[in-house]
């Protein structure tokens, strides 16, 4: 009984979201370091498809030192059907 008064939520509250933003990468400063946040294996859920079987990160494109960096997201169920497509 006296460890659940002292147990509450909003005693609770700072270590519960800490742990739920472990789970995502910090916040980066540049296109370049997300592309390499995403592509880090322990990141995965957050590009994740709703149903789990496939991830939306496709990759990064370009040239960082040139200002054409990009990223590209797309899952592999898109990038198939897109192969025999005409137009985007």
């Keep these: 009984m006296e460890a659940r008064s002292r147990m509450t939520v909003a005693r609770m509250r700072t270590t519960m979201r800490e742990e ?3 789970c ?4 980066p400063a540049t296109l ?3 592309g390499l ?3 880090q294996p322990e990141y995965a ?3 994740a498809t709703i149903d789990g079987q496939d991830n ?3 990759g990064t494109c370009g040239d ?3 200002g054409t960096l990009s990223i590209v997201f797309m899952s592999q169920r898109l990038s198939f ?5 005409k137009q985007v």
Aim: proline share 4%.
């Design 32 to 34: 370049f370091h997300l």
């Design 24 to 27: 995502f990468p910090d916040i």
């Design 20 to 22: 739920r933003l472990g």
């Design 45 to 47: 859920n957050v590009t």
């Design 37 to 39: 946040a995403l592509s």
């Design 81 to 85: 059907q897109l192969q025999n497509a």
């Design 56 to 58: 939306i990160f496709a």
């Design 64 to 66: 960082f030192a040139a």
